[in-house]
């Protein structure tokens, strides 16, 4: 699966604005968390228009913009589909699954 990382709050305005025209997908990721590691094998396992990936160790300041402007208590790992500029699904932990990703996508 390809994805995009994101690392800075211009970037992620940028990407939140592109919900507006289609779904996307972010994904919350721990590089030290063996729980995160395990979501991101079934995260990167769906094939995903628009895909973005946050570390939240190395980019602490974009995962909290993030969760400010959905107003989504930040978890890691967590993903979260976005409508509009609005959460309309999100999952933590062992919730992260490659069938319910597909599943909150149709």
Request: glycine share 0%.
């Amino acid at each position: 699966m390809n994805y995009t990382e994101i690392v800075d709050i211009n970037q992620w305005q940028h990407i939140l604005a592109t919900s507006n025209e289609q779904p996307i997908v972010v994904f919350k990721h721990s590089t030290t968390c063996p729980i995160s590691a395990a979501a991101y094998r079934e995260f990167t396992s769906v094939e995903l228009a628009d895909a973005y990936l946050v570390k939240v160790i190395e980019h602490r300041d974009v995962s909290n913009e993030i969760a400010k402007d959905l107003q989504v208590q930040h978890a890691s790992p967590q993903a979260i589909i976005i409508q509009n500029g609005q959460a309309v699904w999100q999952a933590t932990h062992y919730k992260i699954t490659a069938n319910a990703l597909k599943e909150a996508l149709v």
